[in-house]
């Protein structure tokens, strides 16, 4: 079979083409045909040594999203059968509850070989089924991304609530999951862009209010303006300390702010509006099988499908790092396998 590895992590062009064999699935394992995976700016970071997390190791098979069919089946393997479509898991010992500290080495194409292959061999209870109305490609964008815009809706004392308003920061795979999954819940989205050109594409997709923030920098005097001076219930921070003192003005009293990225580099943050409107501030780390399943079946309730924005062939993958780098996308970028 063919496969990728990172042969160096100082760019890009550590991503070889490989040859390798296919493994025979042992006792609780089965053996996947990889049909689609997908990327996250997790996988630009890694490739480019600058992952804030444990650096892997060198060679190993990179991404953590895919997704595909099973072709074989170990001895004792009670859930799933030759046929059944599934993807991994993110955390590959993640089952459920709060993350246990084993969980951090647990990670797909970090701490652990990934998707970017055309066959994998899985452990049964870090694979999940998914929604039979998606694609293998669309399928292959829910186990980071996914996953963790609905643990963000879900995280803190309280779910959300309908009625309530979630602010999301730009168009990547997160704050994407974040605006679909809010607007079925019944929550008011306000969305934030640089780019006028996607304005469109996210009231489309049910954002209620888009501020493009390359025209107004303060944006979050915009959110505050747009809520009465009230604040959003529930920020679904993906930009990191670089927007985070903005998240923050931007909440409700007794309001949550989930912070997930680390993109926009570093700041000093003024703690006062945490103290003075008794924010809630979260730090999340994608999610459970547990988590994932339960998405899974709201995702099948609701039909709701994925945003695709561009797929590239296998033999393309690194093609498809740069244009995921260039950040010009909206939604998911793919690597058919």
């Not at 890009?12 to 089965?30: C, K, N």
């Not at 780019?195 to 944006?219: F, Q, R, T």
Request: charged residues 15%; glycine residues 12%; negative net charge.
């Amino acid at each position: 079979m063919k496969l990728y590895r990172l042969q160096s992590f100082n760019g890009f062009d550590g991503l070889t083409l490989q040859e390798g064999d296919i493994s025979s699935p042992g006792p609780r394992e089965v053996l996947i045909q990889v049909q689609a995976t997908s990327l996250n700016y997790r996988d630009i970071a890694i490739a480019r040594g600058e992952y804030g997390g444990a650096q892997p190791k060198l060679g190993i098979i990179p991404l953590s999203d895919g997704a595909g069919n099973i072709t074989a089946i170990g001895n004792e393997v009670a859930g799933f059968a030759v046929g059944d479509r599934v993807t991994a898991i993110f955390r590959q010992n993640w089952l459920g509850g709060p993350m246990p500290l084993r969980a951090v080495h647990g990670d797909l194409g970090g701490s652990r070989d990934g998707m970017l292959a055309q066959a994998v061999v899985l452990n049964e209870e870090s694979i999940v089924k998914f929604p039979p109305h998606l694609s293998y490609s669309e399928a292959a964008t829910l186990p980071c991304a996914a996953v963790t815009a609905w643990h963000a809706l879900h995280a803190g004392t309280a779910s959300l609530a309908p009625g309530q308003t979630v602010l999301v920061l730009g168009s990547g795979g997160v704050a994407i999951f974040a605006l679909q999954f809010a607007k079925r819940l019944g929550a008011n989205v306000v969305a934030i862009t640089s780019s006028e050109a996607k304005v469109d594409m996210l009231c489309s997709l049910g954002a209620d209010v888009v501020i493009n923030y390359a025209h107004k920098p303060d944006w979050q005097q915009q959110v505050l303006s747009m809520t009465n001076g009230i604040g959003v219930d529930r920020v679904i921070e993906t930009g990191g300390a670089g927007t985070l003192e903005r998240s923050l003005m931007s909440t409700a009293a007794h309001g949550r702010v989930i912070l997930i990225g680390v993109l926009s580099g570093p700041a000093r943050i003024d703690p006062a509006p945490i103290l003075l409107k008794r924010i809630e501030l979260i730090g999340i780390s994608t999610g459970s099988r547990d988590m994932f399943e339960q998405m899974n079946r709201a995702i099948g309730q609701w039909q709701l499908h994925p945003v695709i924005n561009h797929t590239f062939d296998f033999e393309d993958a690194k093609s498809a790092y740069d244009y995921l780098a260039g950040g010009n996308h909206i939604g998911k970028v793919i690597i058919a396998v």
